[in-house]
């Protein structure tokens, strides 16, 4: 299933919301076309990963691309409502120190603003948790 990329703004961030699987071929370049076509000046950008079940190495990389593309024009990258097997595979490989991870959209669209309170994602919680398992 090819992936389904849908913008929406809030508060003057970038909202997509994708859906489908990020993998190498045509899913993890349609997302880095659609961040390049956005990036040609700062803009801000939520990447909600609700609908993403499955990420392979070349959709990390696709992520970690959009991420330097858009910082380079002077904008930022976060990630919404990971999945528990993304949150591991960020963890698993030191993605989470790259990327703020959030699980609330409100949290996340305040996390671009200095003044506003945001309650971000405890990755070390997470971790921890999972030993318990």
Known sequence: MPLSLTRREREGVVILD?????VAGEEST?????IKGMATGPVN???????????????????????TTVRK???MVKLLN?????????????????????TDEQ????SFFPDREVQR?????????????
Do not use: W
């Open 82 to 102: 990971l999945t528990r097997r993304n949150i591991e595979l960020l963890v698993l490989t030191k993605l989470e120190t790259v990327f703020q991870v959030f």
């Open 107 to 110: 949290d996340a669209v305040n």
């Open 18 to 22: 994708l859906k489908s699987r990020l």
């Open 73 to 75: 024009a002077g904008g």
């Open 30 to 34: 349609q997302l880095r076309d659609t």
């Open 45 to 67: 950008v939520i990447l909600n990963l609700a609908d993403v079940d499955y990420i392979d190495s070349t959709g990390l990389g696709g992520l970690v691309i959009c991420f």
């Open 121 to 133: 994602f405890d990755i070390l919680a997470f971790v921890q948790s999972q030993g318990k398992h």
